[in-house]
């Protein structure tokens, strides 16, 4: 059974820093991109950053030059760092890693539970 398990947010002021991180578990053969999204209740979930396994990475508009994704292939684990976060940065963050079980099948999108991020002002 794979599993992604997020850590890292919480509550924090305009301005402010938090480091997400998202482990993946459980038997697998590999990871190929990972990512972090995010969603507020009522509005469609929306792509924060994403990786490569060769670590090109992309963000979305409202994120650049404030956030970073970076990944540890050999703990297969994605961090997203996150400096200068405005309150519409609160949301319930979610990470994704497409992963193929076995060295036949191919890679398929498996999420994390969402760990809450909440900026006030």
């Known amino acids: 059974q794979v599993q992604l398990v997020e850590s890292g947010g919480g509550l924090v002021q305009l301005g402010g820093s938090l480091r997400l991180s998202c482990a993946a578990s459980?038997?697998?053969?590999?990871?190929?991109?990972m990512a972090w999204y995010r969603q507020v209740p009522g509005k469609q979930r929306e792509l924060v950053a994403a990786?490569?396994?060769?670590?090109?990475?992309d963000y979305g508009d409202s994120v650049k030059g404030r956030f970073t994704i970076s990944r540890d292939n050999a703990k297969n684990t994605v961090y997203l760092q996150m400096n200068s976060l405005k309150p519409e940065d609160t949301s319930v963050y979610y990470c994704?890693?497409?992963?193929?079980?076995?060295?036949?099948?191919?890679?398929?999108?498996?999420w994390g539970q969402g760990t809450q991020v909440a900026v006030s002002s």
């Open positions: 994704k890693a497409d992963i193929a079980k076995n060295i036949l099948s191919s890679p398929r999108p498996y």
């Open positions: 459980g038997s697998f053969f590999s990871i190929s991109a």
């Open positions: 990786i490569t396994n060769g670590g090109s990475a």
